[in-house]
């Protein structure tokens, strides 16, 4: 079922794969074959309406990207450039375990790391006492990534965990296939990285987070991300070591929640690193690719190695690919 477990950006690694960034999340190679048995159950229970709580957004122009001198410019942060979007409607916050175990259980819905039967767990986040039995293997480039069998929504660590005291947490180990299958049984689609970003920027112009330029103004903690020496120390100074619940933190200036840091959340368009500067209207990225753009960060970036979560920030997986820091929201025309 799995051919190659690899990392994904400038590093090449034993099994010739390229790595992003060492705690963006890691590419999984896999059978493509067995990725419609998944996705056809959730196009039969597609007429299904979720109810949840969105804002609605006014749209209009705003400035995309950044000329952020820290930044990744072989990411495609910048140029910085005007984009104007229609009307829309996102999801307050990421879809959380409570929400997706619905789905699951109006459609019968089996996630791609269920079907493969495996996916990528943050290494620390193992039980020490199990982790020899839990690990089938670790990426080369970045072994703090483990590939556990039966790592899946339910069982983010592998057997013996649960979620049943993360009802409010983001769902993980969704690949873009799975939350696209969600939102279509919602009446719903993934954002687009413009949509996305508009939404995230709260109504600010070019700034580095959803509340503005400094990291933790005042010293306090905005976003649930790595604090102390990645890989091997978080000392959750910002509370939480791993995801937390999706409104641990205050909204920004759209009443929108949790779009820095704690998960990674997919994208609808293909990722590609070329824009120009002159202006857009709804873009919605090229009509192919190899991976899906995600945005936001996640609780394991730092700004040692991964300074992703700034709004403008941007990075991508395959769309089959899965791990214990991707998750998603939803938006709906208008």
């Given at each position: 079922?799995v051919?190659?477990?690899?990392?994904?950006?400038t590093?090449?690694?034993?099994?010739?794969?390229e790595?992003?960034s060492?705690?963006?999340?890691?590419?999984?190679v896999r059978?493509?074959?067995?990725?419609?048995?998944g996705k056809a159950v959730?196009?039969?229970?597609?007429?299904a309406?979720?109810?949840s709580?969105?804002v609605?957004l006014?749209?209009?122009?705003f400035?995309m990207?950044t000329?952020?001198a820290?930044?990744?410019?072989?990411d495609g942060?910048?140029?910085?450039r005007?984009?104007t979007?229609?009307?829309f409607?996102?999801d307050?916050f990421?879809v959380?375990n409570?929400e997706?175990a619905?789905f699951?259980?109006?459609t019968?819905?089996?996630?791609?790391?269920?079907?493969?039967?495996?996916?990528f767990v943050?290494?620390?986040?193992i039980?020490?006492e199990?982790f020899?039995?839990?690990?089938e293997?670790t990426?080369?480039?970045?072994p703090?990534?483990c590939?556990?069998?039966?790592?899946?929504?339910?069982?983010p660590?592998?057997?013996?965990?649960?979620?049943?005291?993360r009802?409010?947490?983001p769902v993980?180990?969704?690949?873009?296939?799975?939350?696209?299958?969600?939102?279509?049984?919602?009446?719903?689609s993934?954002p687009?990285?413009?949509?996305?970003?508009?939404?995230?920027?709260?109504?600010?112009?070019?700034?580095?987070?959803?509340?503005?330029?400094?990291?933790?103004?005042?010293?306090?903690h905005?976003?649930?991300?790595?604090?102390?020496?990645?890989?091997?120390?978080?000392?959750g100074?910002?509370?939480?070591?791993?995801?937390?619940p999706?409104d641990?933190?205050?909204?920004?200036g759209?009443?929108?929640y949790?779009?820095t840091?704690?998960?990674?959340?997919?994208?609808?368009?293909?990722?590609?690193?070329?824009?120009?500067?002159e202006?857009?209207?709804d873009?919605?990225g090229?009509?192919?690719?190899?991976?899906?753009v995600?945005?936001?960060?996640?609780?394991?970036?730092h700004?040692?190695?991964?300074?992703?979560?700034?709004?403008?920030?941007?990075?991508?997986?395959?769309?089959?690919?899965?791990?214990s820091?991707i998750g998603?929201?939803?938006?709906?025309?208008?």
């Amino acid at each position: 079922m799995v051919d190659e477990v690899t990392g994904g950006e400038t590093n090449s690694g034993e099994h010739g794969v390229e790595q992003k960034s060492s705690c963006c999340a890691p590419v999984a190679v896999r059978d493509v074959a067995v990725l419609e048995v998944g996705k056809a159950v959730a196009a039969s229970h597609a007429a299904a309406e979720l109810v949840s709580d969105m804002v609605s957004l006014p749209g209009g122009t705003f400035l995309m990207g950044t000329d952020y001198a820290h930044g990744f410019p072989l990411d495609g942060e910048g140029p910085v450039r005007p984009v104007t979007l229609s009307p829309f409607q996102i999801d307050r916050f990421p879809v959380t375990n409570e929400e997706f175990a619905a789905f699951v259980e109006a459609t019968g819905y089996r996630t791609e790391a269920e079907i493969f039967g495996w996916s990528f767990v943050f290494w620390s986040h193992i039980p020490a006492e199990r982790f020899e039995a839990l690990v089938e293997d670790t990426v080369a480039a970045a072994p703090w990534w483990c590939k556990v069998p039966g790592a899946f929504w339910r069982q983010p660590e592998g057997a013996g965990s649960d979620v049943r005291e993360r009802g409010r947490h983001p769902v993980v180990h969704v690949s873009w296939n799975d939350a696209g299958a969600y939102a279509a049984w919602a009446s719903k689609s993934l954002p687009t990285e413009a949509q996305w970003e508009y939404a995230a920027r709260g109504g600010l112009e070019q700034k580095l987070y959803p509340w503005g330029d400094e990291l933790t103004p005042g010293g306090e903690h905005r976003c649930n991300i790595w604090q102390g020496k990645f890989p091997v120390e978080d000392t959750g100074e910002d509370g939480f070591r791993g995801s937390c619940p999706v409104d641990s933190f205050p909204a920004n200036g759209f009443g929108i929640y949790s779009v820095t840091g704690n998960v990674w959340e997919w994208c609808a368009d293909w990722f590609h690193a070329s824009f120009s500067a002159e202006p857009q209207h709804d873009p919605i990225g090229p009509g192919n690719g190899q991976s899906r753009v995600m945005k936001g960060g996640s609780f394991l970036c730092h700004a040692s190695y991964c300074n992703r979560y700034r709004v403008a920030a941007r990075t991508s997986n395959t769309p089959d690919s899965s791990a214990s820091n991707i998750g998603f929201r939803c938006v709906k025309a208008g």
